[in-house]
T-cell receptor, first 114, second 112 residues
Framework: EPEVTQTPSHQVTQMGQEVILRCVPI?????FYWYRQILGQKVEFLVS????????KSEIFDDQFSVERPDGSNFTLKIRSTKLEDSAMYFC????????????FGPGTRLLVL | QKEVEQDPGPLSVPEGAIVSLNCTYS??????FMWYRQYSRKGPELLMY????GNKEDGRFTAQVDKSSKYISLFIRDSQPSDSATYLC????????????FGSGTRLSIRP
């Protein structure tokens, strides 16, 4: 069964450094999402992406964040200058079409900012 | 008031019991209601979704939505130890691009 994959599974970085989290959505899916889950807290929406542009973003998704689909396969989340509070599990999700409700989540990347 | 409220648990029940999980919400614009299951160190997995008010059944799982009370429920019949996980309620508005708002999740443990 096709699945969303994410790399790396774990990332440790120093405060102020840039990180890029990578996702490979399910092939032929059209809608892409990033969520984060701070340890012990709820899953929070960051951004949705469709037709090569951002559809919606949350207040968390400030100028330090950006998303890209560079090659029609990968979907990346970049954090330009990481802060301690960016430490969280980051989930990528993809959805096939507008009429398909199911968002398929990847296993997540655990980001730790020191 | 939080948009979505969910009792974090933990909830521990014996195998075979009926489990009831609930969420309340405050935003009347929500139209789609979902339940996700999340195992430890895994991403959320969609269990069920319903549109507007009503019931939906899938095997041992039944989802209920009462929009008048802004209250949603998930019932698990004949619970199994493999059902032990965190259950997240989630909801969104009518537009398919609307962001999903998650509850904080209820940790459920089924004792053999």
């Amino acid at each position: 069964e096709p699945e969303v994959t994410q790399t790396p599974s774990h990332q440790v970085t120093q405060m102020g450094q840039e990180v890029i989290l990578r996702c490979v959505p399910i092939s032929n899916h059209l809608y892409f999402y990033w969520y984060r889950q701070i340890l012990g807290q709820k899953v929070e929406f960051l951004v949705s992406f469709y037709n090569n542009e951002i559809s919606e973003k949350s207040e968390i998704f400030d100028d330090q964040f950006s998303v890209e689909r560079p090659d029609g396969s990968n979907f990346t989340l970049k954090i330009r200058s990481t802060k301690l509070e960016d430490s969280a599990m980051y989930f990528c999700a993809s959805r096939a079409t507008e009429s398909q409700e199911t968002q398929y989540f990847g296993p997540g990347t655990r980001l730790l900012v020191l | 008031q939080k948009e979505v409220e969910q009792d974090p648990g933990p909830l521990s029940v014996p195998e075979g019991a009926i489990v009831s999980l609930n969420c309340t919400y405050s935003n009347s614009a929500f139209q789609y209601f979902m339940w996700y299951r999340q195992y430890s160190r895994k991403g959320p997995e969609l269990l069920m979704y319903t549109y507007s008010s009503g019931n939906k059944e899938d095997g041992r799982f039944t989802a209920q939505v009462d929009k008048s009370s802004k209250y949603i429920s998930l019932f698990i019949r004949d619970s199994q130890p493999s059902d032990s996980a965190t259950y997240l309620c989630a909801m969104r508005g009518y537009s398919s691009a609307s962001k999903i708002i998650f509850g904080s999740g209820t940790r459920l443990s089924i004792r053999p």
